[in-house]
């Protein structure tokens, strides 16, 4: 097995955007109460994007890393979508809830609190500890849609027994010719 | 790199995502408790820790003290599978390395609760919390067997690219 590091950035970038947008839309998002259905699903595509551009045959590891970092991806655009629609998703988070309250059920405490002051929800303050968190969680959920990908798209290579790493260094007579010498 | 040491890393990645699972599992409950004690400025603290990762609708969440859980009874069903498959994991696959879940295993797992989920968001039917949690139990309790080889994997790969990297360096320093 190759021990060149694939390109795990691009992939990441292209599944983690898409998975990120997907999430910050209203509605849309919501796809993310079936098991964080965007992250996971958004990681697994990035594996097979990774698969496809890389000829060497991929590991687990390969898979939890672009799932990661899919994952990180995902959090920082899905907080930047959902600027533009923080009082729309605020007002019907509120509708939710007034529902709820109207059919017998409890709000949960100090939720009341968050809505009052919604305005210091986009302090710059919340805003990064928010993308802190999501970026945190995210990645966690990533990594393991990336292993999920990996054991549906690179099956083979993820099953392979990785060889032990060289533990001794050849001296430089037994080398091949070289411009060197 | 040898079995005892492979052992070792799965080893410490399972006890790592054990005690993870425990905290996250524990937070989970802190909210409504914290909640009932009227600690209302860190109870909202650990309900937003979890907003970004469920919707918490109190409808579909399950009640503690009088409150709701920090998360609905799907996610409950993730988490808590996810602990159980960690407790598990030791009996089925020990700790040796080992390869990832096949993919029918995934089918099966994730079924129920992609029938019950998609369902629901179509609004053909509204189900129970009580099997949102069950379908949710069944899918996390497959994800440690992916997430503990997967990671020790992780960790193996640096160690052997390092390795390889040293390797070439040190080979380009005797030809030099």
Not at chain 1, 11 to 34: D, E, K, Q, R
Not at chain 2, 23 to 46: D, E, N, Q
Not at chain 2, 144 to 165: H, I, M, N, S, W
Request: charge should be positive; aromatic fraction near 10%.
């Amino acid at each position: 097995m190759s021990q060149q590091k694939p390109e795990y950035f691009r992939p990441a970038l292209t599944a983690g955007a898409v998975a990120g947008l997907l999430s910050g839309i209203p509605f849309v998002g919501a796809g993310n109460c079936v098991c964080c259905l965007w992250i996971v699903g958004g990681a697994a595509v990035a594996v097979k994007l990774l698969v496809k551009a890389t000829k060497a045959p991929l590991t687990s590891g390969d898979g939890a890393v672009v799932g990661a970092l899919t994952g990180i991806i995902a959090a920082v655009v899905d907080a930047i979508v959902k600027i533009p629609f923080q009082s729309f998703n605020l007002e019907m988070a509120q509708r939710i809830l007034d529902k709820a309250a109207e059919m017998g059920g409890q709000m949960p405490a100090g939720l009341d609190g968050i809505f009052q002051g919604a305005s210091s929800t986009l302090s710059p303050g919340w805003f990064l500890l928010g993308l802190f968190l999501s970026a945190a969680v995210y990645a966690v959920v990533g990594a393991l849609g990336g292993l999920i990908g990996i054991s549906l798209f690179a099956k083979k290579a993820a099953a392979a027994a990785p060889p032990p790493p060289p533990t001794a260094i050849p001296p430089a007579d037994t080398q091949g010719p070289t411009d060197a010498a | 790199m040898s079995d005892d040491a492979g052992r070792r890393r799965v080893r410490a990645v399972w006890l790592a995502a054990t005690l993870g699972a425990a905290v996250w599992l524990a937070l989970i409950v802190l909210a409504p408790w914290l909640a009932a004690r009227s600690s209302t400025g860190l109870a909202r603290a650990v309900y937003a820790v979890f907003s970004p990762v469920c919707h918490q609708i109190p409808g579909r969440c399950f009640f503690l003290f009088g409150h709701p859980l920090a998360v609905c009874g799907r996610c409950l069903g993730i988490y808590a599978g996810f602990a159980a498959g960690l407790v598990f994991y030791p009996l089925v696959r020990g700790f040796r390395r080992s390869g990832l879940p096949s993919a029918r295993s995934f089918v099966i797992a994730t079924l129920p609760m992609a029938v019950d989920g998609l369902a629901g968001l179509a609004g053909l039917w509204r189900s129970p919390v009580g099997l949102r949690a069950v379908t949710g139990l069944v899918w996390g309790a497959l994800l440690p067997f992916y997430f503990v080889p997967g990671v020790a994997d992780f960790f193996d790969l640096r160690e052997r690219r390092r390795a390889a990297g040293d390797l070439e360096r040190a080979a380009g320093k005797n030809v030099e």
